[in-house]
């Protein structure tokens, strides 16, 4: 059973920066494809940005072009998401997720961007970005 846990959210100014965590048990994380996603208050949860299974590709959401970047270490199992430039709203839980790869090596080149996509999930942590 893959199990998720982010870490790194809090209370930060504007303008600020956090790198949120996600790290990764039960499975290895090499050929996981990973993606970030969030939930403001009173919103549905929203698509972020996401790394292929490969760690070559990535795709974002144009709301985080230049201030997020996503990465990975295997050897921590661990995916990360540097968030620069942060703006209040930002504000939102964040969620990690995974995506079980198919036998296809193929699919290591891919981007998945619906939630539908994601088997696996962590618990999410909040970042609030102050004005």
């Known amino acids: 059973q893959v199990q998720l846990e982010e870490s790194g959210g809090g209370l930060v100014q504007a303008g600020g920066s956090l790198r949120l965590s996600c790290a990764v048990s039960?499975?290895?994380?090499?050929?996981?494809?990973v993606g970030w996603f969030r939930q403001a208050p009173g919103k549905e949860r929203e698509f972020v940005m996401s790394l292929s299974g490969s760690g070559g590709r990535t795709s974002y959401q144009d709301f985080v072009k230049g201030r997020f970047t996503i990465s990975r270490d295997n050897g921590k199992n661990t995916v990360y998401m540097q968030m620069n430039n942060l703006k209040p709203e930002d504000t939102a839980v964040y969620y990690c997720?995974?995506?079980?790869?198919?036998?296809?090596?193929?699919?290591?080149?891919?981007?998945?961007?619906?939630?539908?996509?994601?088997?696996?999930w962590g618990q999410g942590t909040q970042v609030t970005v102050s004005s």
């Open positions: 997720a995974a995506h079980r790869p198919g036998p296809n090596v193929t699919e290591l080149l891919k981007l998945w961007v619906s939630e539908d996509e994601y088997e696996y």
């Open positions: 039960g499975r290895t994380l090499s050929r996981y494809a």
